[in-house]
């Protein structure tokens, strides 16, 4: 995990690192809480066009995101949220999501509380 996140460079991710045309495209964003109290991540995959050039900058800010939470919540729990509606093929990412799972399974194996797929 330690290795991970200095190979990975968390500790140097800031909100500048954030891409300005990824960060206007409300394709990801944290807003209102759950009915237990926990912050809501939101993917919006109907914003989200797959681009393998900006996979890195799109992980790094995932993960900027999953830090930011990390301490906005003193280590609590988050819900992830999958807004798909008006979604389609062209907007599925399947690198992101398949990054997405391995980071929550080895790296943030207690920040979800809920995984939410709405309109799929």
Known sequence: ??????EFGVR???EDD?????KKSGGLYSRNRDR?????LVICVRKHMKDASKSL????RL????ERLDREEKGGQITLMFDCQG???KNLDLDLIQFLIQVMLNYYPNMINYVLVFEM
Do not use: N
């Open 87 to 89: 979604g389609g093929m």
């Open 1 to 6: 995990s330690l290795r991970w996140r200095e």
């Open 63 to 66: 993960i900027y995101y999953l």
């Open 36 to 40: 237990d109290g926990c912050k809501l």
């Open 18 to 22: 954030v891409d300005e045309e990824d």
């Open 12 to 14: 140097t991710i800031t």
């Open 57 to 60: 900058a799109r992980k790094r």
